[in-house]
Every structure is written in C-alpha cells, then in structure tokens.
C-alpha cells in the first residue's frame, strides 16, 4: 500500500509542480477508486481529504521552489490574491449554513465552466518567458477575483485553486509562466491552514500522509523543472483539460449524476 501511495503522490506531484495545481482534483479520484483496484482496503472519503491535504501543501511547496527558483512567483500578486481569497474564503464558510448547498454547487460549477471557456479563447501571449520582476497587474481587479473565488469555494467547500489559472491568464492578463508559479504559491497559502486544521483535530493518517508526500516532493521538482522547457501554448491546453475534467465532474455532482 506504501508503494502504491507513493506512485500516486509522485503522479499528483508531477502535474502539481508541471501545472501549477494544487493536485487535489487529480489526487482525491485516485486515492479513492485506484487502491481498491490493487486488493487493498478502500480509503473513505475523511481519510482522503486529510491526507490530500497534506500531500498538496508538500508537493506546492516543493513545485513552488523551483518556480521561484525560475523568477516565476509573483511576490506582490500571490500576497494579494492570496489574502484576498482567505477572507472570500472565511466569509464563505461563515455564510454557508444560510443558502442551499445544490444553488452554491450549480453557482460554483458556473464560474468553473466559465474559467473552462476562457482557456479556449486565443490569447497573445507576449514573451512567454517574462519573469515576475517584468509583470505588473491591476491591483483591485486580482482583488475582486480573489474574494469571489474564495467566497463562493468557502460556501460549497472546494478551494476552487484550478479556476485561478484561466482566471489570471485571460483576465488579469498575467504570462502563462507567471501565473502556474503564482498559482502553486497562493495554492500552499490556503493548503497551511487546511492542512493545519486536519492536524490538529487529529484527522490525518501519517503512515498514508507519508508515503504521498514521499513521493510527491520529487514529483514536483521534476514537474516544476519540465514545465520552463514545454511550450506555453502547451502548458494552456494541458491546463485546460483538467478544468473540464473538473468542470464535468462538478456538473455532475451538481445535478445528482
């Protein structure tokens, strides 16, 4: 079992550090539907939320070193953004008990389809190699994507971390490159307290949390090293998949499928 979960966080570190993702929307189907698959004991889905959590905190970290490392991460923008969406966030989970859990689920599986949509739009790039240092971006606006995402993902319970990436690209105008680095930071902002959250009310499976973050961190730094060598037009299209994957899956999870 060791051995298998090593391979999945290896797996979800490499898209993690390569995309810019967080890697829970590819590690939580995997933990759930691939040890079964091999003879072992089913993972309930608390087990798996938990232990994922950890893993994304370990695997963003380590994908986000080399993107800094690669002048990727915009200090400026992930301090923003990040702030910004933890108070959407808070504020979310706070209001949550209000409003009915199938409206909040459809409004969220509207704003991922629309972030969906923008990845197929053409786009100029300009240098897809502009490092962070060359990015400027307008302030209020990054600061109303923020607090919405959060908001709307603090009601529904779902981070929302993939629909940042179309959203800074198509909208915030922010460089392919720029925005996986920025993501993978803002990313690990909010994983620290849900990680932190499940650590202390005892949530999390160590041996199991392990075994991923073992193989996750390297997964990253390969995922992170590669992904300044693929095109940028590349790293969107791959992208995009995984919105749509997720999109599909929240729609129908949204409408009872």
Do not use: C
Request: charged share 10%; net charge positive.
């Amino acid at each position: 079992m060791s051995a298998l979960l090593f391979l999945i966080g290896l797996a979800g570190g490499f898209f993690s550090g390569l995309l810019g993702l967080g890697g829970a929307i590819l590690m939580v189907p995997l933990l759930l539907f691939v040890p079964p698959l091999f003879g072992f004991p089913a993972l309930d889905m608390k087990q798996v939320a938990a232990i994922t959590i950890v893993q994304v905190f370990f695997a963003a970290l380590s994908g986000m070193v080399v993107h800094w490392r690669n002048r990727f991460v915009h200090k400026d923008l992930v301090l923003t953004m990040g702030g910004a969406s933890a108070l959407g966030a808070l504020a979310g989970g706070l209001l949550s008990d209000l409003v009915n859990a199938r409206a909040l689920l459809l409004l969220f599986a509207s704003i991922a389809t629309l972030a969906g949509v923008l990845m197929f739009l053409p786009r100029r790039e300009g240098d897809p190699d502009a490092t962070a240092d060359q990015v400027r971006f307008h302030r209020p606006l990054a600061v109303a994507i923020a607090l919405a995402v959060g908001l709307v993902g603090g009601l529904v319970g779902a981070p929302g971390a993939f629909i940042y990436v179309p959203l800074m690209m198509y909208v915030l105008k922010i460089p392919t490159r720029v925005t996986l680095g920025s993501t993978l930071a803002i990313v690990l902002f909010t994983a620290a307290f849900g990680m932190a959250g499940k650590v202390a009310t005892g949530q999390v499976d160590w041996p199991l949390a392990l075994a991923l973050v073992l193989g996750s961190v390297p997964g990253a730094q390969v995922g992170g090293y590669l992904s300044k060598r693929v095109r940028a037009g590349a790293l969107r299209w791959m992208v995009a998949m995984v919105v749509w994957g997720s999109v599909v899956q929240m729609w129908r999870q949204a409408l009872g499928g």
